[in-house]
């Protein structure tokens, strides 16, 4: 499993980084996408101590009460708030994308025109 998991996020990082280097704005912002994404499983990940199996993230009456027999709950609510951050970040870079595409009439990452954009009179 851990092997998967690794792939996982060196897929998500590696289109992460090729979409950060493209010249047009959005897949600039679907690059941090998949970025953040990654950084979330990886901080995930490694709050399972060890991808640990039958370790419960909820507390039972039987059990003792220390982290050898529970998930550590701090990854699972730092990932979280990474989510929603992420989330409201990717709503206004397309907000800003959109505005600068209005505002310059391309959506390049340098604000030039490219070659195949026909303008109109």
């Known amino acids: 499993m851990e092997i998967v998991l690794a792939i996982a996020i060196g897929v998500l990082t590696g289109a992460g980084v090729w979409l950060l280097l493209r010249p ?4 600039v912002i679907m690059g941090l996408s998949l970025l953040s994404y990654a950084v979330n499983l990886f901080i995930f990940s490694m709050g399972r101590l060890g991808l640990a199996i039958d370790k419960e993230p909820v507390l039972r009456p039987n059990r003792p009460q220390d982290l050898l027999h529970y998930a550590d709950p701090m990854p699972q609510a730092l990932v979280l708030t990474a989510i929603v951050i992420g989330f409201a970040m ?3 870079f397309l907000v800003v994308l959109l505005a600068s595409r209005g505002i310059s009439g391309t959506d390049h990452v340098d604000g030039s025109h490219s070659n195949d954009a026909q303008e109109m009179p």
């Open 24 to 27: 047009r704005t959005f897949q």
């Open 90 to 92: 990717t709503a206004l």
